[in-house]
């Protein structure tokens, strides 16, 4: 855990604590967006002023993209743990379970706070969306390569194409965020990565 010092408008100087903070920022960026919220929202979930946020975490942007790496990191992310599943089908399985458990979960705001912001994001944000549209693309590049993969060990008919496979899961996937987003359930996100799973290749 990371601390760093701050002084708050009264009193004396105190620490917080980094993790938490940017936990609390994330949190407001998945609610609110990345345009919707104002650094007094953040300041505000996060307990620190604003020369404190910008000593710890650069401007705002900076700190979104922070916040952006911790959600991707989080014990219960789904995307990368896939990857390591020993067949494509238990990749796909893991990916759309996990989006559909993760995405509804009522224990913070739905859905995915990356295809969220990418859609929210305006013109004056326009570095913020193009990362976070490459990070789409990297991911949907890695979920390609473990296809290819999977079609060299005999994992995946010879004639599976590996790009649009790779890109299918991905549009589900965004398609279930922006669901779980208007108030899909679990259980119906369930039956959605059901009947894609109906439809995956298999050798």
Same mark, same amino acid.
């Given at each position: 855990?990371?601390?760093i010092?701050?002084?708050?408008?009264? +009193?004396?100087?105190?620490?917080? #604590?980094? #993790?938490?903070? %940017?936990?609390?920022?994330?949190?407001?960026?998945?609610?609110?967006? /990345?345009?919707?919220?104002?650094?007094s929202?953040?300041?505000?979930?996060m307990?620190?002023?604003?020369?404190?946020? /910008?000593?710890?975490?650069?401007?705002?942007?900076?700190?979104? %993209?922070?916040?952006?790496?911790? /959600? !991707?990191?989080?014990?219960? *992310?789904?995307?990368?743990?896939?990857?390591?599943?020993?067949t494509?089908?238990?990749?796909? !399985?893991?990916?759309?379970y =996990?989006?559909?458990m993760?995405?509804? #979960?009522?224990?913070?705001?739905?859905?995915?706070?990356v295809?969220? +912001?990418?859609?929210?994001?305006?013109?004056?944000? $326009?570095?913020?969306?193009?990362?976070?549209?490459?990070r789409?693309l990297e991911?949907?590049?890695k979920?390609?390569d473990?296809? !290819?993969r999977?079609?060299?060990? =005999?994992?995946?008919?010879? #004639?599976?194409?590996?790009e649009? %496979? $790779?890109?299918?899961? +991905?549009t589900? %996937?965004? =398609?279930?965020a922006?669901?779980?987003?208007?108030?899909? *359930?679990?259980?119906?996100l369930?039956?959605?990565?059901?009947?894609?799973?109906?439809?995956?290749?298999?050798a």
């Open positions: 855990m990371s601390a010092s701050c002084t708050p408008n009264v +009193g004396r100087p105190r620490a917080f #604590d980094m #993790d938490t903070a %940017l936990e609390k920022a994330l949190e407001v960026f998945w609610r609110k967006g /990345y345009d919707g919220t104002s650094l929202d953040l300041t505000e979930a307990g620190i002023n604003k020369p404190s946020l /910008y000593a710890a975490f650069g401007n705002k942007e900076q700190l979104f %993209l922070k916040a952006i790496e911790l /959600y !991707e990191s989080r014990p219960c *992310s789904f995307f990368l743990p896939a990857l390591e599943k020993p494509a089908y238990q990749v796909a !399985e893991h990916m759309l =996990g989006a559909a993760n995405m509804a #979960d009522q224990s913070h705001p739905q859905g995915c706070v295809v969220q +912001g990418a859609l929210s994001c305006s013109e004056a944000a $326009a570095t913020v969306k193009e990362a976070l549209i490459n789409r991911g949907e590049q979920l390609r473990r296809f !290819e999977a079609k060299t060990e =005999g994992d995946l008919p010879a #004639d599976a194409d590996a649009t %496979l $790779a890109r299918y899961l +991905g589900v %996937l965004q =398609g279930m922006i669901q779980a987003n208007n108030g899909a *359930s679990c259980e119906q369930r039956l959605v990565a059901q009947m894609t799973l109906q439809a995956f290749p298999r």
